[in-house]
């Protein structure tokens, strides 16, 4: 047979791959919570989870019927408050600061004490009580429960207690059964003491608030007499210390002459006038000083040129120099009455110059004088300064042997005080509380709460069936929509049908159903395989091959539903049984022995015009096998199967490949090969995921053009308990577009 190159088989088989896996945008919230997931889970499971919660509240129930009937009592305590110190405090309002909380907590804590617990069991002589011994000797109702349940032996309980061990057990059973709590913010605390026997819980409870306040009582009378005598011996060495700081200050006042401070005053009023003295010294002495140094730079200037002489010698000067001046003017040098004129000018000059001489010696002798009464002054100042200094660091000394003193005899008065206040209050000690309100006998048991118990194990039935369901679901392989398939195999779900007994008035046979309502759901969902196969990227989608993972899954059934949904759509389709050992497609429709076949075909027997259209297939042309293949024989042996393939896309318009099963069937792997379109079906919840994985991983997808996954035998009654990660969930919604009625 002459066939255009791009119909061979190896050809085909060689083509190069494309992807296969789809991402999809809803994978972007695959980290988020999804909380209809969660709800179909659970109504996926909810009778799991009904069943769980009813045996959890069986129990519940049970337990408090069985459980001992426990009765409380409560007891209410005023705290006074106000805290009391012993030692001596700086602060006049210690004494009556209010109690903190965590005082409070401090008596709640005192009172759950095993010592103040074994004192309540002393005072009650609860040893000498035989319902309460009975409790702790494994007679009471609690241990004849447990040895019923066999959780304690019966020797345990009748075993003889020694008085110490019993002491013991009784503390821990009054601890256990002991509840201290604060009322509020307030100081008042409620005790609760709880027991099989009301009228025993109400004296515990009593007892507990009446021998706490007792103890109160008896811890501050010790505490009393404890610092009374701490308090007499620490008076009587303060009194020793007070009067030897007393000494010491009397023994330096006299050993450094300061009997009193009013010498330290008096020299201070010397120095303050030696102070004024010694500056007016310094400004007169600065003042001869400054009239010496003037007299000496000045040639004349100070006193002595005011002196009445040197003023009477500069006239006679002035009238001679004037006198010099005319006769300069009218004579020669060498004249005698301008010589004898300057001869008296010069005698002036002497005389002037010895006025002043004398006046700057007379200025020198005052400088000095003032100097030294300026330094006589000065060191009698000095003197009364070291006077001063020296009383001064005495006086600090003695300041502080005073201070020690006057600390010492306050702290003696203190400790005085205090021991007086104490011993006028020994005798009359009062405990910090006061009973509110005493506990009265229960009428009605505390535990157990039938309404808490049921709660609980409604919680605890909830909790652990829902986790039960979540682990199953977890453990669960198959595949229910269409999102999980493309998550775990990462490949695209073409569409899912549903089961034909799950739709009104579709009856069981399939393409029955599709003859008897064209327009029905089940045929829709057809279509939307045959339409969904073809949206591929696969430039050709004439062959499609119609296979699964293993058998029983539906193949041939959905195989000759498409061929009937095309040839509706009037298209040329024609079907071929590839499954050589069951023929299960070449069986449903119809062919018989003696019929022409694939191995007449392959032999030349049979031409393809000897294949009518099969009305049951709405006239598809089925190629089936109506004579067994020998033993070992397969249908691509000699390409046979390829160059039928290629002939027939030459002729129709759709071709559908029936094929046998992956996993079982080698061939399968290479017919395949052959389509544009691979369509694998699961069963719905049936399939195990690893079963397709394993049947993926076996096809050549190098040489597969484009495949996906159908999910076959959806219970549309149970689909909207399985998530909504398929199109079916909207089947009911869209019930109105399909019609039974044939077009």
């Not at 209809?36 to 499971?45: G, M, P, Y």
């Not at 447990?146 to 345990?156: D, I, K, P």
């Not at 001869?288 to 006679?316: K, P």
Request: proline fraction near 4%.
């Amino acid at each position: 047979m002459n066939l255009p190159s791009k119909y061979q088989g190896n050809e085909l088989a060689g083509r190069p791959p494309t992807p296969l896996a789809l991402q999809f945008a809803a994978d972007g919230d695959s980290d988020r919570l999804n909380l209809r997931a969660l709800l179909s889970l659970i109504r996926r499971q909810i009778l799991m989870i009904a069943t769980i919660i009813g045996i959890c509240l069986l129990l519940a129930v049970l337990i408090t019927q069985n459980a001992q009937r426990l009765y409380t009592a409560n007891a209410d305590i005023l705290l006074k408050p106000t805290a009391e110190t012993i030692t001596p405090s700086t602060d006049p309002a210690a004494d009556n600061r209010p109690r903190g909380s965590e005082q409070v907590e401090t008596e709640i804590q005192f009172i759950q004490s095993r010592d103040l617990t074994g004192k309540v069991f002393d005072q009650l002589a609860l040893a000498r009580d035989q319902d309460f011994v009975a409790q702790l000797t494994g007679t009471g109702r609690i241990n004849g429960l447990l040895r019923s349940v066999g959780l304690a032996s019966a020797s345990s309980g009748s075993a003889a207690m020694t008085a110490p061990k019993l002491r013991e057990a009784a503390i821990d059973q009054l601890q256990g059964g002991l509840t201290v709590k604060r009322v509020g913010n307030s100081f008042a605390l409620r005790l609760s003491a709880t027991n099989g026997d009301p009228v025993l819980a109400a004296r515990i409870a009593n007892g507990y608030a009446r021998i706490y306040a007792n103890d109160q009582v008896a811890t501050k009378v010790a505490g009393t007499q404890n610092a009374v005598g701490i308090l007499r011996n620490r008076m009587e060495a303060l009194r020793v210390t007070a009067q030897n700081d007393f000494r010491a200050v009397q023994q330096y006042r006299i050993s450094n002459s300061l009997q009193s401070k009013s010498g330290t005053s008096l020299t201070e009023q010397e120095i303050s006038a030696y102070n004024q003295q010694v500056a007016i010294a310094r400004a007169e002495a600065t003042q001869d000083a400054a009239r010496l140094a003037a007299a000496r730079n000045g040639g004349g200037a100070g006193d002595s040129a005011t002196s009445a002489v040197v003023i009477a010698l500069r006239g006679q000067r002035a009238a001679l120099s004037v006198r010099v001046a005319e006769l300069s003017e009218k004579y020669l040098p060498s004249h005698p009455d301008l010589v004898s004129a300057k001869q008296q000018l010069d005698d002036i000059d002497g005389q002037i110059r010895n006025e002043v001489g004398r006046a700057i010696r007379t200025l020198q002798a005052q400088a000095q004088a003032s100097s030294a009464r300026l330094g006589s002054l000065a060191g009698s100042l000095g003197g009364a300064s070291s006077k001063l200094d020296r009383n001064n660091r005495a006086l600090v000394d003695l300041d502080d042997l005073e201070r020690r003193a006057t600390a010492s005899q306050a702290l003696y008065d203190s400790y005085l005080n205090r021991y007086k206040e104490f011993v006028a209050r020994s005798g009359a000690e009062q405990a910090n509380s006061s009973l509110l309100s005493g506990a009265a006998v229960p009428d009605s048991p505390s535990s157990p709460n039938l309404v808490l118990n049921l709660l609980l194990g409604f919680l605890i039935g909830a909790l652990v069936g829902t986790a039960t369901a979540i682990a199953v679901e977890g453990a669960y392989a198959g595949f229910t929509t269409a999102e999980e398939v493309e998550h775990r195999l990462l490949v695209r779900c073409l569409g899912s049908i549903p089961l034909l007994r799950s739709l009104p008035t579709h009856g069981d046979l399939p393409l029955a159903a599709i003859e008897a309502h064209p327009g029905g759901a089940f045929t829709e969902s057809i279509r939307s395989i045959l339409a969904a196969s073809r949206q591929s990227t696969n430039s050709r989608n004439q062959v499609i091959a119609v296979t699964s993972a293993s058998p029983d899954e539906g193949k041939t059934t959905i195989a000759a539903c498409l061929a009937r949904v095309a040839a509706m759509a009037h298209e040329k389709v024609a079907i071929i049984d590839c499954d050589v050992i069951r023929r299960n497609l070449s069986i449903t429709c119809g062919a018989e022995a003696g019929q022409p076949g694939l191995l007449e075909l392959f032999a030349g027997v049979a031409p393809l015009e000897l294949f009518p259209p099969l009305p049951q297939l709405g006239g598809a042309t089925l190629f089936g096998i109506t004579t067994p293949f020998e033993g070992g024989t397969r249908l691509l042996e000699k390409g046979k199967l390829h160059r039928l393939v290629a002939l027939l896309r030459e002729r129709f318009d759709v071709v559908i490949l029936d094929c046998a099963p992956i996993l079982p069937i080698a061939e399968t792997r290479e017919i395949v090969t052959l389509a544009d379109n691979v369509i694998v079906v699961t069963r719905w919840r049936a399939t195990s995921d690893r079963m397709v994985r394993a049947a993926l991983k076996m096809l050549p997808l190098q040489a597969i053009g484009d495949l996906g996954i159908v999910l076959n035998g959806i219970d549309l009654r149970q689909r909207l308990r399985f998530g909504d990660g398929d199109p079916q969930i909207f089947a009911k919604s869209n019930k109105n577009y399909y019609t039974s009625k044939p077009a």
